[in-house]
């Protein structure tokens, strides 16, 4: 995991990571200064770290239930998660 971490921190964003279990993945998005999202395929937010919701200017308690759509209204970044939704290496 921590060379995968390391090639992404490069730019390398052609690997795939396991998804850690539990507390692991909280800490994960808590020490993270990028905005980070988890979406799952029907363009739902699982997951936000406190980055993404100050950069979506939206309220963190609501977003496990909202789809890309309805937490923000950047039409960049919704083509942007359909695109990579619809890539055969999504996993």
């Known amino acids: 995991m921590q ?3 390391q090639r992404f ?3 390398d964003l052609t690997c795939r990571l396991p998804l850690p279990a539990g507390n692991e993945l909280t800490i994960i998005l808590t020490i993270l ?3 980070i999202l988890a979406i799952n395929r029907r363009e739902h937010i699982v997951r936000a770290n406190r980055v993404a919701v100050e950069v979506l200017d939206t309220d963190p308690g609501g977003l496990g239930s909202r789809s890309v759509m ?22």
């Open 3 to 5: 060379a995968g971490v």
């Open 9 to 11: 921190a490069t730019g």
């Open 33 to 35: 200064r990028e905005g």
């Open 70 to 91: 309805e937490a923000t209204r950047n039409l960049d970044l919704q083509i942007f998660i359909h695109c990579a939704l619809a890539s055969p290496d999504c996993l």
